[in-house]
């Protein structure tokens, strides 16, 4: 795993290098691959694991059609359904599997970096034997899971804030195709 977390790393430096992308492109983008590059729990412990190796990768729709309250304020741009999934090491280092739907809203922009926000749900799977228990809904091996993001985007390249439940927070970065 720690191969593909550096090759992405790579690729992702080696992507800055690549000319600007037009505002266009950069906007109607399909997919969006990320990794983890630092996650903190609010109250630690010492069987808390702080990498999480994390591959994600996500399919982005066409853009939503403007709402009432859209078409009266220009700062927003339309909202874009997505799909995907992400594999990791949870906070206890067991393999997980995350599949998810949700929406990402365009925030504000400044220059060449735009904000947004991201809301995700789904169902999570790998939380087994002593953690069954440390997510809720988990009887069954599969338990569901709501994530929300704030990110910024930069030509092809982004970073995102996740908040996960009341546990803590990541930071991971990615490319968009």
Same mark, same amino acid.
């Given at each position: 795993?720690?191969?593909?977390k ?14 600007a992308?037009q505002?266009?492109?950069?906007d ?10 630092w ?10 694991n ?10 982005y729709?066409?853009?939503?059609p403007?709402?009432r ?10 909202a ?10 949870n906070?206890f280092?067991?393999?997980? &599997?995350?599949? %998810? *739907?949700g929406?990402?809203?365009? +925030? /504000?922009r400044?220059?060449? &970096?735009?904000? %947004? *926000?991201?809301?995700t749900?789904? +169902? /999570?799977h ?17 338990a569901?899971?709501?994530?929300p ?5 930069y ?6 804030v996740?908040?996960f ?8 970065v990615?490319?968009?195709?």
């Amino acid at each position: 795993m720690r191969i593909i977390k550096y090759g992405i790393y790579a690729v992702f430096i080696g992507y800055l290098g690549f000319p600007a992308a037009q505002a266009s492109e950069v906007d109607d983008f399909r997919f969006q691959l990320q990794t983890s590059i630092w996650t903190t729990h609010f109250n630690p412990k010492p069987e808390h694991n702080n990498d999480q190796n994390l591959l994600g990768f996500e399919f982005y729709g066409k853009r939503l059609p403007a709402s009432r309250y859209q078409r009266y304020n220009d700062t927003f741009d339309y909202a874009r359904p997505l799909a995907g999934a992400a594999w990791f090491r949870n906070s206890f280092g067991q393999k997980t &599997v995350y599949a %998810y *739907g949700g929406v990402r809203q365009n +925030l /504000i922009r400044y220059g060449q &970096v735009q904000t %947004y *926000g991201k809301l995700t749900a789904g +169902l /999570i799977h790998g939380y087994r034997g002593e953690y069954k228990d440390k997510i809720p809904f988990n009887q069954l091996g599969i338990a569901p899971a709501i994530l929300p993001m704030l990110g910024a985007q930069y030509q092809r390249s982004f970073a995102e804030v996740t908040l996960f439940g009341v546990s803590g927070v990541m930071l991971t970065v990615g490319l968009t195709f």
